[in-house]
């Protein structure tokens, strides 16, 4: 599976970016996708994510109130919608997918077998 993120940028603070995730492989069924973001100096940290099947969604304590994801199973694409940015969301942003990963697994990057590329968020204060 390849996966590709998009939609990163340069937004002030309060505002809102769309990242997409598109995956070369249509037949997703089975996998997990989830999304995960790296800052400066720190580590790999899990957003969110969801089931291609049933498209449940799990999210970080912390963002659930500001950022939701989606797939859109005809497009083959996860979508991660960030509201009311805070500087402290500027990182890269990585999408995954894994088709062996259980539920108290999913926030673990070692979880995941396929990696984006990666894109830059900055959020300006």
């Known amino acids: 599976v390849q996966l590709q993120a998009s939609g990163g940028g340069l937004v002030q603070a309060g505002g809102s970016l769309r990242l997409s995730c598109v995956a070369s492989?249509?037949?997703?069924?089975?996998?997990?996708m989830g999304w995960f973001r790296q800052a400066p100096g720190k580590e790999r940290e899990f957003v969110g994510g969801?089931?291609?099947?049933?498209?449940?969604?799990t999210y970080a304590d912390t963002l659930k109130d500001r950022f939701t994801i989606w797939r859109d199973i005809t497009e083959s694409t996860m979508y991660l919608q960030m509201n009311s940015l805070k500087p402290e969301d500027t990182a890269v942003y990585y999408c995954?997918?894994?088709?062996?990963?259980?539920?108290?697994?999913?926030?673990?990057?070692?979880?995941?077998?396929?990696w984006g590329q990666g894109t830059q968020v900055t959020v300006s204060s």
């Open positions: 969801v089931r291609w099947s049933g498209a449940q969604t």
């Open positions: 995954a997918a894994t088709s062996r990963a259980i539920d108290s697994m999913l926030g673990i990057s070692s979880s995941y077998d396929y």
């Open positions: 492989k249509r037949a997703l069924r089975g996998y997990y």
